[in-house]
């Protein structure tokens, strides 16, 4: 089957931004033509560049030629989250592997990382194979396991890594919990560089953090809430950028929420520090107000920060202090988050709206659509030696956006399994439309198509 998706803005950071017809056939880019103001021309073919093996091969069998008619819309590289919790195995009746792809896919997401905070905890070869092979089978999403740091997420002892590397672990990361013995978590970035993987630190000191439920401010004194002051990350991301500075190896920080942070990881990248990091869409688009009223949809760790931080988090963003947004989407059921607040459970859903949020950045005039499209595509892929750029010869993993379309969230017509999500009944413009994974359409919305 060839398919043509025509008439749509490619953006491929660093490569191409243009009006052009993509042609895919077998599941790879087999034609690109720029067809916009300099008149229809075949882009080059580029040099082979190394490609990562993917999980698993799917194939359209229908000999139908497809038209998808992409105008006004917006073509990019497969997009990619870099922190989901999928819950399975353990914890199915919030997420599995199977729903949270599909969540994915509706994102507009043709990959995801899997963190490890399961039940068995991902540090076994045994895990992450049933994780792989899950994924196969939902056939949709490519899923690419992060493995946990230390063994049972304990930060008492390493994980077997090179076995870990060899099952299919794209990355270790004790997410959820920090690595609070530095000792460890300097043998751990000088064990994972032998191995060349990637460490995703959650910054967390927990006696700093010990107790408290929200951000620590006026607000929580005020609901009779145990703050969390912003030094409980800030603290943890200096003490990494210090152990990332000695022992040189690719640090990752997930999920910065404060000021501090972003100032602390400015000042390393400046002095060529190997450290990248990320934020998630409700840093950047809420602020503690949210918990008003005892919400326990927007109860997060990190906690949701101030004004102020929220600004931090934009700027950052802009200039490229943080390289990636991702969801840290961490799905719970009614039984976790409708109790008391002290209670209730941390995270909030973020698969299905994070590609909406991202669009607020663009028209609020924070970052160009070619910024987003970097931090949630080209940009993840770079740091997890991942190569998803539009050249002739790849795999067609494309997504397509709407940037114009309204649109009510409403999380009873979720893909995920569980509904917490602080943006249910925000009206929001800008969607994806369609998600293609190596040629395979995963998801598509209305009849975007000609004949």
């Known amino acids: 089957m060839q398919i043509r998706i025509k008439g749509g803005r490619i953006i491929d950071p660093g490569s191409f931004d243009g009006i052009a017809d993509i042609f895919i056939e077998d599941g790879k880019i087999i034609k690109i033509i720029d067809t916009g103001a300099s008149g229809s021309k075949q882009l080059p073919t580029p040099p082979a560049s190394p490609e990562r093996e993917p999980w698993r091969s799917v194939r359209n069998t229908n000999s139908e030629t497809r038209i998808i008619d992409a105008s006004g819309k917006i073509v990019t590289p497969g997009l990619i989250d870099m922190h989901v919790h999928l819950r399975e195995p353990g914890y199915e009746y919030k997420e599995t592997i199977e729903s949270g792809c599909r969540a994915a896919a509706w994102g507009g997401f043709t990959a995801i990382c899997a963190m490890p905070n399961t039940n068995p905890v991902n540090d076994t070869q045994r895990v992450t194979e049933f994780i792989i092979k899950k994924s196969i089978a939902a056939d949709g999403t490519r899923v690419y396991p992060v493995a946990a740091i230390s063994k049972g997420l304990e930060g008492k002892s390493l994980c077997e890594y090179g076995e870990l590397k060899q099952t299919g672990a794209i990355a270790i990361s004790d997410d959820g919990r920090p690595v609070m013995d530095s000792q460890l978590m300097r043998k751990a970035l000088e064990y994972a560089k032998g191995f060349g993987l990637l460490v995703i630190s959650h910054c967390e000191d927990l006696s700093l ?17 145990c703050g969390i002051p912003n030094a409980s990350e800030s603290i ?21 929420s404060t000021e501090e942070s972003v100032r602390a990881i400015r000042e390393a990248k400046s002095r060529g520090v190997p450290v990248t990091s990320e934020t998630a869409p409700h840093y950047f688009t809420l602020t503690e107000d949210a918990v008003n009223q005892y919400n326990t949809n927007a109860k997060m760790n990190p906690p ?5 931080d929220r600004q931090a988090i934009r700027e950052g963003l802009a200039d490229g202090t943080i390289d990636v947004i991702a969801t840290d989407h961490a799905p719970h059921s009614s039984i976790e988050k409708d109790i008391e607040f002290n209670l209730a459970a941390n995270g909030i859903i973020g698969l299905e709206t994070s590609v909406s949020l991202g669009l607020q950045l663009v028209e609020q005039g924070v970052i160009s659509i070619e910024t987003l499209v970097e931090k949630m595509a080209t940009r993840p892929a770079q740091i997890l030696g991942l190569d998803n750029s539009l050249r002739i010869g790849h795999a067609a993993d494309i997504t397509i956006i709407d940037p114009e379309i309204s649109h009510t969230v409403n999380t009873d017509n979720f893909q995920s399994l569980s509904r917490n999500s602080p943006f249910d009944g925000w009206q929001l413009r800008g969607k994806p439309v369609l998600t293609m994974v190596e040629g395979k359409i995963i998801f598509e919305e209305g009849e975007n198509r000609e004949s």
Not at 209 to 224: D, F, K, Y
């Open 236 to 256: 943890m991301v200096m003490r990494d950028i210090a152990l990332c500075e000695l022992t040189q190896a690719d640090l990752h920080i997930a999920h910065v």
């Open 304 to 308: 949701l920060r101030s004004h102020r």
């Open 209 to 225: 953090a010990a107790g408290g439920v929200m951000n620590e401010g006026a607000l929580a004194t005020q609901m009779g809430l």
